[in-house]
């Protein structure tokens, strides 16, 4: 028997909803932080831009979404500080419905920015759960 077609969640929709939340929760003062997957007209003071970066499908159900992940502060410490949580949220964020998974890729690095604002860069490997087509979308 063939398995069903599966679609797959947008995980840049899912990783900036999950942040906002995510931030909004914590006790620390980073709720203010832009979070988007592009880089407002209006920069802001803090800025956490979610990039999906490609990913191939792993099993009829799973798929594995790279992220690159930029971090905009107001100083070094800011940055710094803001990217560690944003870094500990989203590794931790697996609860299988639709992340099971999640590898860190590589670990936050400085990164000159045209702005002179202190930019932190990381990437992050999600494995995702897809669900069935639904039958209005089948070929």
Aim: aromatic share 6%; net charge neutral.
């Amino acid at each position: 028997m063939q398995p069903a077609n599966v679609i797959f969640p947008d995980v840049e929709l899912w990783a900036t909803t999950f942040l906002r939340a995510a931030l909004a929760a914590r006790p620390e003062s980073f709720s203010n932080a832009y979070v988007s997957n592009a880089v407002p007209q209006s920069r802001r003071d803090r800025m956490v831009i979610v990039r999906r970066d490609g990913g191939p499908r792993v099993t009829v159900a799973t798929e594995a979404a790279r992220l690159g992940v930029r971090v905009w502060g107001k100083t070094e410490k800011d940055v710094t500080d803001l990217t560690r949580l944003v870094r500990a949220l989203l590794t931790n964020a697996a609860d299988g419905n639709p992340v099971c998974r999640v590898e860190d890729l590589s670990g936050p690095s400085a990164v000159p920015d045209e702005s002179g604002q202190p930019l932190r860069f990381f990437t992050l490997e999600l494995t995702v759960r897809g669900i069935p087509l639904p039958a209005d979308l089948e070929p």
